[in-house]
Every structure is written in C-alpha cells, then in structure tokens.
Nanobody, 116 residues
Framework: VQLVESGGGLVQAGGSLNLSCTTS????????MGWYRQAPGKQRELVAG???????NYADSVKGRFTISRDNAKNTVYLQMNSLKPEDTAVYYC???????????WGQGTQVTVSS
C-alpha cells in the first residue's frame, strides 16, 4: 500500500494550495479517505474526510475555505485549500481509513507553510 502526497509548499496568507494524494494497493473507490495535519507541538487533527460515496466532513476551522474531493478513476484524493491563514501551517497527511479488520494507512506528509 502506498499513499503519496504532493502539492505542499510556501504560500502567503490569503493564497491557495491544492494537495493531492495518489494511492495504490487499496480498493480506493470504497475506501474512506481523510486529510490530517500536525503543527509543531500539537496533536495530529482531522482536517477533512470523504467517504466512498462522496459524503464529506470538515473541521470547524477550515469550513468554507477547504474542499476535499476524490477521483476514483485516478485513485486520488484532493484537498483544495483557499484563503490560507498562518495557523494552517502544518504537515498535512493523507489517510486511507480502516475497513473491517484492515488497518488504516498514512502517507509520508507534505509541508504547508503560510506566511503572514
């Protein structure tokens, strides 16, 4: 199983980034997927999640600014981040949620830095 994130970088406050996570080794179309982030000295937190059926949920701090989506033909989940704030600075991780007894899987993370 591989989850490979891309799209992180340095952006000014108010800017946008689009993260991608391409997967292999899982049945992507039915797998719940999520984006998490971890800032220095803080616990990892859920940013957004999407079910196999396309239902989404978001952390209150990103509602209205971030959009999670998936392309089952490409085995890829995206996180469009708009109106970025310095407090969005973190390492962002892609997660393939567990199904039944199968554990969840994590990507290696991609750094997002928002300058003020």
């Amino acid at each position: 199983v591989q989850l490979v994130e891309s799209g992180g970088g340095l952006v000014q406050a108010g800017g946008s980034l689009n993260l991608s996570c391409t997967t292999s080794g899982i049945i992507f179309s039915i797998n719940p997927m999520g984006w998490y982030r971890q800032a220095p000295g803080k616990q990892r937190e859920l940013v957004a999640g999407i079910t196999g059926g396309g239902s989404t949920n978001y952390a209150d701090s990103v509602k209205g600014r971030f959009t999670i989506s998936r392309d089952n033909a490409k085995n890829t989940v995206y996180l469009q981040m708009n109106s970025l704030k310095p407090e969005d600075t973190a390492v962002y991780y892609c997660n393939a949620g567990s199904i039944g007894y199968r554990p969840d899987y994590w990507g290696q993370g991609t750094q997002v830095t928002v300058s003020s």
